[in-house]
């Protein structure tokens, strides 16, 4: 909004908006900024290490340490990898930038349209500060004048690179074709499955280690790059990222599957339903109800560790430990790329197990593969139980009347109702000419029952967590040997 040199007051909810946007666009700018700094230090690093070897391993060991050591081979490595990971990253990093950058300019227009026609009221506060230049960002994280230099070039390259790239890439974010059963059967031939799992460690950026068993040797790699990307920096990261990562390269937690098992025992017992609530009770006595039933979650919880950022601590604690390894499996067996699969577990919400055809947030390509693979639900094929929810009060009534059955001014009574019908199949027709038909579902992975599954995407979402938390010394000791044992 710099063309509006008189910015008008703002109603809070709208400059909440503004200043949420503003951060985005100021946390993705950090992150190009770290990253092109710590490109800059490891080059620097490896130029020092190939140029002279032993003096760099007298600087960072001593000159006791030899060259052909565990800890300089390892060391220098990954120093390596993660540099060659960072400079690929860089076109993800610009778009994701110029994203955030076009979304608060879209913001910012649409709150001056919305504010320029309303009739002026209290409580308005100020328009927020318009951003500092990404170039002034970058000095106030005292990067020096030569980084920031370096670090401008960086970033126009990277910002061309992420234009092509973008180009060349539909709205998820996976390559036109991917999807395809030439794709699909390609990379199905790709993969061999090792006869046995490969035990390796990971090690955070405190130095702290922890076992986890993968597939391959490669794949406990990647995911240390994961670690290392994220933790680089000594700040919190992104814990999705982090989740992306676990999922993409399979590695299981033996440690978080132990403490999980210990969070999750005095919890179990109150979930289990007290019984069919009486409809005549007062919606009040039930949130009374509820409320007591959260309290005794929150008691046997009393002086455990859960990570801040997890959420719904009841799908947490239900079903069994959630095993990347199996994930990843799975997307090799079904033959999904990287992209795909990434796609498919991170929209795979629980509100849309299923949803109409114009409401599917999957990208083309990621819904291609997914009906080529057979993980796609369409039309009657959607169970009545789930589909069912889609349907508000009139299309229920008019199924009901069709059906010659009661009807109810109460969405929740009118479900019930078809759902106690002895023959789905008459109530799914029933239902046709509301829009049973363009209905679509997708599968949960491996045989899991889809809560399961989302016990597994809490369970990963919570191993993000945790792994920042160890980072930042948050876990209580006693909990922290368990997940580091």
Same mark, same amino acid.
């Given at each position: 909004m710099k063309q509006i040199v008189n910015l008008p007051d703002l109603p809070k909810d709208i400059a909440r908006k503004i200043r949420t946007a503003q951060e985005k666009v100021l946390d993705e700018r950090d992150r190009v900024r770290h990253a092109e700094k710590r490109i800059i230090e490891d080059t620097a690093?490896?130029?020092?290490?190939?140029?002279?070897?032993?003096?760099?391993?007298?600087?960072?060991?001593?000159?006791?340490?030899?060259?052909?050591?565990?800890?300089?081979? $390892?060391?220098?490595?990954?120093?390596?990898?993660?540099?060659?990971?960072?400079?690929?990253?860089?076109?993800?990093?610009?778009?994701?930038?110029?994203?955030?950058?076009?979304? @608060?300019?879209?913001?910012?227009?649409?709150?001056?349209?919305?504010?320029?026609?309303?009739?002026?009221?209290?409580?308005?506060?100020?328009?927020?500060?318009?951003?500092?230049?990404?170039?002034?960002?970058?000095?106030?994280?005292? $990067?020096?004048?030569?980084?920031?230099?370096?670090?401008?070039?960086?970033?126009?390259?990277?910002?061309?690179?992420?234009?092509?790239?973008?180009?060349?890439?539909?709205?998820?974010?996976?390559?036109?074709?991917?999807?395809?059963?030439?794709?699909?059967?390609?990379?199905?031939?790709?993969?061999?499955?090792?006869?046995t799992m490969h035990t390796g460690q990971l090690i955070m950026g405190d130095g702290t280690a922890f076992r986890v068993t993968a597939w391959s040797k490669e794949q406990v790699s990647a995911m240390q790059r994961v670690i290392d990307e994220d933790q680089s920096r000594g700040i919190v990261g992104n814990i999705w990222n982090l989740a992306c990562g676990i999922v993409l390269t399979?590695?299981?937690?033996?440690?978080?599957?132990?403490?999980?098992?210990?969070v999750a025992s005095p919890v179990r017992p109150l979930l289990v339903d007290d019984g069919p609530r009486d409809p005549a009770k007062s919606l009040s006595s039930l949130k009374v109800a509820e409320n007591a039933r959260y309290d005794r979650i929150r008691?046997?919880?009393?002086?455990?560790?859960?990570?801040?950022? @997890?959420?719904?601590?009841?799908?947490?604690?239900?079903?069994?430990?959630?095993?990347?390894?199996?994930l990843f499996r799975f997307w090799k067996e079904q033959w999904f790329s990287e992209g795909i699969a990434r796609n498919w577990f991170l929209k795979s919400q629980p509100h849309t197990w299923a949803f109409r055809s114009d409401n599917n947030s999957f990208g083309p390509e990621t819904w291609k593969a997914m009906r080529n693979t057979g993980q796609v639900l369409e039309g009657t094929d959607v169970p009545l139980d789930r589909g069912i929810a889609e349907f508000k009060l009139q299309p229920?009534?008019?199924? @009901?009347?069709?059906?010659?059955?009661?009807?109810?001014?109460?969405?929740?009574?009118?479900?019930?109702?078809?759902?106690?019908?002895?023959?789905?199949?008459?109530?799914?027709?029933? @239902?046709?000419?509301?829009?049973?038909?363009?209905l679509q579902g997708v599968k949960p992975p491996l045989g899991l029952a889809w809560s399961e599954f989302q016990s597994w995407r809490m369970q990963i979402r919570g191993m993000a967590g945790v792994l920042t938390d160890l980072y930042f010394d948050k876990v209580p000791r006693e909990e922290r040997r368990i997940l580091l044992q």
């Open positions: 690093e490896m130029e020092f290490y190939d140029r002279d070897p032993r003096g760099w391993a007298d600087k960072n060991y001593g000159s006791h340490m030899e060259l052909n050591s565990y800890p300089v081979l $390892t060391r220098s490595s990954r120093i390596r990898e993660a540099l060659v990971e960072r400079i690929e990253r860089r076109p993800v990093r610009a778009l994701a930038l110029r994203d955030a950058e076009r979304e @608060l300019d879209r913001i910012e227009k649409e709150a001056f349209v919305r504010v320029s026609a309303m009739r002026p009221g209290n409580g308005r506060v100020t328009w927020p500060a318009t951003l500092p230049s990404f170039k002034g960002y970058g000095q106030v994280l005292d $990067t020096g004048e030569e980084a920031v230099a370096q670090a401008d070039a960086n970033m126009a390259k990277a910002a061309m690179a992420a234009t092509a790239w973008f180009a060349e890439r539909n709205d998820d974010g996976v390559a036109p074709g991917e999807g395809s059963e030439e794709a699909l059967a390609a990379r199905r031939t790709a993969w061999q499955r090792s006869p399979g590695c299981d937690w033996i440690g978080f599957q132990e403490w999980r098992d210990g008691a046997a919880l009393l002086g455990r560790y859960l990570p801040e950022e @997890l959420a719904n601590v009841e799908s947490f604690v239900t079903g069994s430990n959630a095993m990347p390894s199996r229920l009534m008019s199924a @009901l009347a069709t059906l010659g059955m009661n009807s109810s001014r109460i969405v929740t009574e009118c479900r019930a109702a078809l759902l106690a019908h002895p023959d789905p199949g008459a109530v799914k027709a029933a @239902l046709m000419p509301h829009g049973y038909l363009q």
